[in-house]
């Protein structure tokens, strides 16, 4: 256990229905981030939250909209996504902006039919 | 060494033989560099880092070598086991330490 905990482990939607990714981390960390796993790419940035502050959106298609209510939890909520969406979702967390990423959940395996 | 595309290089190692992974980083800027293990069904799990400055940083049973002329990497593993396996990539950082480039990775398959 990295003390950076994800829900659902897997899920399957269709590309008009409207679901949530969860993150929490148990660390007392104050940076947040949510990347992007596919088969055919590195890990890919998407979000940064800095004490719940976003401050950092790498040209994510707004049909991905991150939450972030305070520095230990985390959500992505997705809608209208596209079946080239499916990947592995990860979250982590590090205890400043500013500090390399060392703690990861076990990821979201999200399928889009 | 790193991939591009599906299919991850495979390093086949028997057990208790020594592991060398490689990784080629792009950007002569880059100052910090981290090698993590992701097993399968798992997230990505830091090993060990190191910052220019260095040439050598050695963990529990892992070392890093840093070549910034050539700008190459390396993992070893010293005495591998069966847990070893899973895969393994380099990422670097230019500027912000939050803000790392990641490799596709090796996978590792330790043989008995």
Redesign the interface.
């Known amino acids: 256990e990295t003390g950076v905990t994800q829900t659902p482990r897997h899920l399957v939607m269709g590309m008009t229905n409207k679901k949530s990714l969860k993150c929490e981390q148990h660390l007392g960390h104050n940076a947040m981030y949510w990347y992007k796993q596919s088969a055919k790419k590195p890990l890919e940035l998407m979000f940064v939250y800095n004490f719940k502050e976003q401050t950092e959106n790498n040209s994510v298609p707004s049909r991905f909209s991150p939450e972030c209510p305070n520095s230990s939890h985390l959500f992505l909520h997705l809608h209208t996504l596209q079946p080239e969406d499916s990947a592995l979702y990860l979250c982590a967390s590090s205890q400043d902006y500013g500090r390399a990423v060392r703690f990861f959940g076990p990821g979201t395996r999200l399928t889009v039919l | 060494g790193e991939s591009v595309?599906?299919h991850l290089p495979t390093l086949s190692v028997q057990e208790g033989d020594n592991s060398i992974i490689n990784c080629a980083y792009s950007n002569s800027a880059s100052d910090?560099f981290?090698w993590y293990k992701q097993e399968s069904?798992?997230?990505?799990?830091?090993i060990i880092?190191i910052r220019s400055n260095m040439d050598k940083r050695q963990g529990q049973r892992v070392t890093v070598l840093l070549n910034k002329t050539v700008k190459h990497l390396s993992l070893q593993i010293a005495a591998t086991q069966p847990g070893d396996s899973a895969v393994y990539?380099c990422?670097e950082?230019t500027g912000?330490?939050?803000?790392?480039?990641?490799?596709?990775?090796t996978r590792l398959q330790v043989t008995l």
């Open positions: 595309g599906l910090y981290i069904g798992k997230g990505p799990q830091f880092d990539f990422a950082n912000t330490a939050s803000k790392l480039t990641f490799g596709t990775g």
